[in-house]
């Protein structure tokens, strides 16, 4: 029997590798078998179900006949990563990564000289990986953790009615939804929107914030919640309740733009849009948090929008905030610049449901 060492650490990597490496336990029977590394969300994901693992720091290598990881972008999980790939390598083992960013996975490209990249970005993205990453083979085969999520999406339109019904919104409202990352960076994007959204001039703008748990014991956030809230009330016709809806993803049918820096809410949103056409997303990184070597040698900047494009999502680098506010109101009210990015997305993006089996066929054509 051949053994394949799934590793995972955080949430991300967890959520893409593990319905590949259940998928490749049902189906080995006697030819092939997983065992779980893992540590953080991910050692906790896998204890709720009473799966066994061990600890992804102990993990030595010998005895396994292929690795299969995700690329995190968290940095505790990028160094376990980097760190197990190292490992493998040292002992000729092949590895498998899933990437959902094409820039966690740069991370790994001088750590892993037999390594695969599975990843779930765009046509446009995985050949900016190649130019970068000579030798290393990259397969596009969308995102596993998506298969699920995807399947339900033939109610879109149902709950896209009904949500926005739900909250409130006038047909006419555009709906905005910020979706927090960890630290200070959401904080200081909401100070650009809120620097931002008064320029755009509609009056039919609502506006939902939905952060991630960290930020909300954020001390900078604390300081400046009342401040922000109360400016973004000031700016949309109002602020829209989002306290029913538990999670970010069921909020995204209701939503005209995502607002996000790193998140799989961005992905899922470009998904929606080769799907739906609806909604745009905007990816925010601040320039005093940018690795500026990141947007001057893979990114081109687009004439069209003042905003550096990746597929269907639009990433802002280094604008003032009446750059921003050029963008959004393009992403929300220019039906040229919509059609243009969601035709992209129609093309570039993969997602049918099927992105875990094309990962299990890519290992188990490495282990035989």
Not at 94 to 100: K, Q
Not at 202 to 219: D, E, G, K, M, T
Request: net charge negative.
């Amino acid at each position: 029997m051949k053994l394949i060492a799934v590793v995972m650490k955080d949430a991300g990597s967890f959520n893409a590798v593990m319905p590949a490496g259940e998928l490749l336990s049902a189906n080995g029977g006697h030819d092939y078998g997983c065992v779980y590394f893992a540590s953080g969300v991910a050692a906790t994901k896998l204890k709720e179900r009473d799966i066994p693992y061990q600890n992804a720091d102990e993990f030595v290598g010998d005895s396994f006949d292929l690795v299969l990881c995700g690329t995190s972008s968290t940095a505790d999980g990028d160094f376990l990563e980097r760190d197990i790939c190292r490992k493998a390598t040292a002992k000729g083992i092949p590895i498998v990564a899933i990437s959902d960013v094409w820039m966690s996975a740069l991370r790994l490209k001088d750590d892993a000289v037999k390594l695969t990249v599975v990843t779930s970005i765009d046509q446009q993205s995985t050949s900016l990986l190649r130019q970068v990453m000579p030798g290393v083979k990259i397969v596009t085969t969308g995102n596993p953790a998506f298969d699920q999520w995807f399947h339900g999406q033939n109610q879109y339109t149902t709950n896209r009615s009904a949500i926005r019904e739900r909250l409130g919104l006038h047909p006419k409202e555009k709906l905005v939804c910020f979706f927090g990352g960890y630290g200070d960076q959401s904080a200081d994007i909401l100070q650009l929107l809120c620097d931002t959204l008064g320029d755009i001039g509609s009056p039919y703008l609502a506006f939902a914030v939905r952060n991630h748990p960290a930020i909300l014991q954020n001390p900078k956030w604390a300081k400046d919640k009342a401040k922000i809230e109360a400016t973004l009330a000031d700016f949309f016709g109002r602020t829209v309740d989002t306290a029913e809806y538990k999670t970010g993803e069921s909020l995204l049918p209701a939503a005209d733009l995502c607002v996000a820096n790193w998140s799989t809410l961005l992905l899922q949103a470009t998904h929606l849009v080769s799907l739906h056409g609806s909604p745009m997303s905007l990816h925010i990184i601040l320039p005093e948090y940018d690795q500026g070597w990141i947007a001057n040698q893979f990114c081109g900047l687009s004439n069209t929008v003042p905003a550096v494009t990746l597929g269907a999502a639009k990433a802002v680098y280094q604008y003032s905030p009446a750059d921003v506010a050029t963008a959004i109101s393009n992403l929300l009210f220019n039906e040229n610049t919509r059609h243009e990015i969601t035709r992209a997305a129609k093309r570039d993006f993969r997602l049918d449901g099927r992105s875990t089996e094309r990962v299990a066929a890519e290992v188990i054509q490495l282990l035989n």
